[in-house]
């Protein structure tokens, strides 16, 4: 009983230091410079603008990350993130298990990659204050048409992509790590067994997502960054990871070169489709393998030496290759 009331505890004072970081980066921060971003509509203010808010981003992003450290012990095991760079276009994906994940991109990309951004809902822009603070941080807005829209209204078709690109276009010169949970929702064993998942431990993946990034900014993209998180003692909700309950996360992290065979248009191309859905396929393949390995259920002792890197604080890293 009195363990539980701890635990809880613990979960409601995270809750808090991370949604009150939350507010105080967008309403203190965020909001005055995108009213000034509004407001002051030429390039070179646009561009310090623009600058000040991935500042913030990164502000935001550690004020988590160092809320987490002082507030719980994690043993972190992370493979993969020696070479990446902050100059360069990245295409991240992942397996998806709870919104923990996302923090644990945050934490393990921070300094490393560019500011991560997903794609949202265009309809998304109208969430108060967020809706703002994400348009101020260039999140890109799609809108997608369903079959059936397009079948009744045929001279949309295309539109939805040009919208995209045009939110993809600043791009081209402003470094961007653009994130994709291709599962499309997290795992759950239901899921798995509702899809009949060929997987042990990850649903079907979606091409349609990544692709649709292919075919909008395919040209910009440096790398795939293929990301497999487990928790081992798992499965954990967000509320569990808040609670102090997860005590060890170990992360994977392959760089896949984007290639002229990886690249191509999803949208028109139905024989690059089926082939970028098979390279798929396969990737969730090596990855559901490299589950097992990462949970210990096959014996992966000769391929992660004992070195371990302490960090600042209570949380302590260990890199291995």
Known sequence: MISTIC?????????????ANTLFCVIALVVPVTILKLTIRFKPATVFFDKVLNGISLFWTRGNNTALMLTRKIVWTVQGTETLEKN?????????????????????LYGKVPFIKFFL????????????AWWALDFPFMKRYSKEFLEKNPHLKGKDIEITKKACAKFSHIPVSIMNFVEGTRFTAEKHDRQNSPFRNLLKPKSGGIGFVFSTMGQQLSSILD????????????WDFLCGQVTDIRVDVQEIPVTEKIRGDYVND??????????????WEEKDLKIDLMLDRTNPAANIPEQRQHETGNTEMTEYN
Do not use: C
């Open 88 to 108: 360069k276009w990245y295409l991240v994906i992942s397996n998806h298990q709870s919104w923990t994940d996302i923090m644990v991109l945050q934490k393990i």
């Open 121 to 132: 809902k265009k309809e998304l822009i109208w969430v108060p204050i967020l809706g703002m």
């Open 7 to 19: 635990k809880n505890i613990t979960g409601a004072v995270s809750a808090i230091i991370l949604s």
């Open 270 to 283: 139905a024989a690059y489709r089926d082939r970028f859905q098979h390279w798929l396929n396969d990737l």
């Open 227 to 238: 990301i497999t998180i487990v928790y081992p003692g798992g499965p954990y909700s967000f």
